[in-house]
Nanobody, 124 residues
């Protein structure tokens, strides 16, 4: 069982930045990939990006590429989502999740454990 706790959300003006954190319980954090998703009101949960267990490879959905960066500190059991040049369309609840052993990495069914989410609101 893994518990995830996100933090760092808030209200920011367009063009601003936020850094989200996700801290995991347990001693096996360094063995699994981590994903970030987001969900806007009335919309499905969508993939934002993923980082491999050692942090050596990352990929992002097209709408955030070049603006968002995922990183991790395995010594602190924490994964980060640095968000720059924020846009109003980035407004959503952001979730971190543990990549599972099956399912697609681009969809929620590919993840086994989820945090509670943190709200990000970008004003225009």
């Amino acid at each position: 069982q893994v518990q995830l706790v996100e933090s760092g959300g808030g209200l920011v003006q367009a063009g601003g930045s936020l850094r989200l954190s996700c801290t995991a319980s347990g001693r096996t954090f360094s063995t699994y990939a981590m994903g970030w998703f987001r969900q806007a009101p009335g919309k499905e949960r969508e993939f934002v990006g993923l980082i491999t267990s050692d942090g050596g490879f990352r990929y992002y959905t097209g709408s955030v590429k070049g603006r968002f960066t995922i990183s991790r500190d395995n010594a602190k059991n924490t994964v980060y989502l640095q968000m720059n040049s924020l846009k109003p369309e980035d407004t959503a609840v952001y979730f971190c999740a543990v990549r599972g052993s099956s399912g697609s990495a681009y969809y929620p069914n590919g993840y086994d454990y989820w945090g509670q989410g943190t709200q990000v609101t970008v004003s225009s």
